[in-house]
């Protein structure tokens, strides 16, 4: 992504879902929360496959979004021994979750007013 394009909040989420989907993690869902959430307009979901995969997501995700684009998130809440990790890019907020985890908290209940998107539906 070019550093000088204006970034949207859409193309914060279709560029982190794109990250996260080379990377295989699996059941990669995306919520377009603007007509219901005041804390982000996209929320992203995914399952690592293991605690390596779990830290490689993050820290991929990490540097491409620092390194391409300059943004670091607001908080970032990684420890990867709870299965769940969380980083706030303020208008993108992404959780990779280990299977187990996910299935227990299933967050996805909350996003319900949202809109689960397909990343070709979010413009560019």
């Not at 929320?43 to 620092?66: F, M, Q, R, V």
């Not at 890019?89 to 949202?114: M, P, Q």
Request: glycine content about 2%; hydrophobic content about 40%.
């Amino acid at each position: 992504m070019d550093k000088n394009k204006e970034l949207t909040s859409e193309l914060l989420a279709k560029n982190c879902y794109r990250i996260i989907e080379d990377l295989k993690a699996e059941n990669l869902e995306i919520y377009d929360m603007r007509d219901v959430s005041m804390l982000a307009d996209f929320y992203l979901i995914c399952t690592a496959n293991s605690t390596p995969h779990l830290k490689a997501i993050e820290g991929h995700l990490y540097k491409d979004l620092k390194d391409n684009l300059d943004l670091l998130p607001k908080t970032a809440k990684a420890d990867p021994q709870s299965k769940w990790l969380v980083l706030d890019y303020r208008s993108v907020i992404i959780h990779i979750f280990g299977a187990e985890t996910r299935e227990h908290y299933d967050i996805e209940e909350l996003w319900e007013e949202g809109i689960k998107l397909e990343v070709d539906e979010i413009s560019s």
